[in-house]
């Protein structure tokens, strides 16, 4: 793998970060329901003095420390590099959030046109990741370091760690605010959908190849 392809693979790694980092703040913005990944930093936001960003930057902290407490010496130094990317994905993230504030959506119609809307740009983003190949985002580095250590397949194991977050994300939501903040309808569309529309996506980047000579 020569220099231009490892920079054309990062470009599309950065691209990716940027659409899905839009892709959650539709979401927000849709007031249904955020991703599983985003639930625990939309409610931590509300109950703390952080933005969404910088919650999803220190989580991705949280997870790249688990990562290292499960793997331990098998542990590669390489995926340190999901560090940089949390920062930059918490700091677009913040940027998207606001560049979205003037959108309103007064009516149900309105808000699940925001919803598909940021479902879409979440699987988008997630096909570019894919497909660039570098760097996986801490919340996947996870599952992958309980999936060394553990006999379970990471399909299911992903689906359990998301349904953890949400579990979090509504018992802090309750905790703290006395109701269910950031998990909702929206959020078992983005569940369901994300990963299919991810799918047929990287089905169709198949075509395109690296260049590695």
């Known amino acids: 793998m020569n220099g231009l392809s490892i920079l054309k693979r990062y470009l599309l790694l950065l691209a990716g970060l940027a659409v899905m980092a839009f892709g959650v703040a539709f979401s927000i913005k849709a007031s249904l329901g955020t ?5 625990v930093p939309y409610v ?13 930057i220190i989580m991705h902290c949280i ?8 793997l331990r010496k098998r542990y590669q130094l390489i995926q340190l590099m999901q560090l940089p990317v949390a920062l930059f994905f ?11 504030q003037g959108i309103t959506c007064s009516t149900y119609l ?3 046109t925001a919803c598909l809307t940021g479902i879409f740009l979440v699987a988008l983003g997630v096909s570019f990741e ?5 760097v996986v985002l801490a919340g996947e580095g996870v599952v992958l370091a309980i999936c060394q250590v553990l006999p379970v ?7 359990g760690f998301d349904v953890t977050l949400v579990v979090i994300a509504c018992m802090l939501s309750f905790a703290f605010t006395g109701c269910l903040q950031g998990v909702r309808e929206g959020t078992v569309a983005a569940a369901i959908m994300v990963g299919l529309i991810a799918k047929q996506l990287g089905r169709f980047w198949e075509k ?6």
Do not use: N, R
Request: charged letters at 10%; proline letters at 3%; aromatic letters at 14%.
């Open 110 to 112: 309105q808000q699940w």
């Open 90 to 100: 918490g700091c677009l993230t913040d940027f998207a959030v606001w560049a979205v």
């Open 63 to 70: 997870f790249i420390l688990l990562q290292i407490l499960i």
């Open 35 to 39: 991703s599983p990944i985003s639930s």
């Open 153 to 159: 397949k990471f399909g299911y194991m992903k689906v």
């Open 130 to 134: 894919v497909k660039a190949g570098v």
């Open 44 to 56: 931590v936001s509300l109950i703390a003095p952080l933005t969404v960003g910088t919650a999803t």
């Open 208 to 213: 395109w190849k690296w260049e590695e000579h």
